[in-house]
């Protein structure tokens, strides 16, 4: 059976297209279920205009689902609440730092 920290490592593995910051730090995860070996997440992006939204959930499912346990996983896209840089690990707030970006 697959852990809530297996499919965070993996989450870990997956970059924000716009910010070179992977989405588990830049607090883009909202929820992760893990039922069986079905996996559902719920995430947002740091923009609802992002074009790019669609790609990363194909990206996110099939890096998930071939992680050992994983039957099946499905990511939905929620927008409540809204993104805001409070969301940001402390990882991910000092990787923006150091790159430049005001957080």
Request: proline share 7%.
């Amino acid at each position: 059976m697959v852990t809530r920290d297996q499919v965070i490592d993996v989450l870990k593995t997956c970059f924000d297209p716009e910010i070179p910051v992977n989405i588990w730090d830049l607090g883009l995860i909202y929820d992760i279920t893990i039922v069986g070996g079905a996996v559902n997440i719920k995430m947002t992006l740091t923009a609802v205009g992002c074009s790019l939204g669609p790609q990363l959930v194909s990206e996110i499912e099939a890096k998930i689902s071939c992680t050992d346990g994983v039957e099946d996983c499905k990511v939905e896209m929620v927008w409540s609440p809204p993104w805001s840089p409070e969301r940001l690990s402390d990882d991910g707030r000092l990787s923006l730092q150091a790159m430049g970006f005001p957080v």
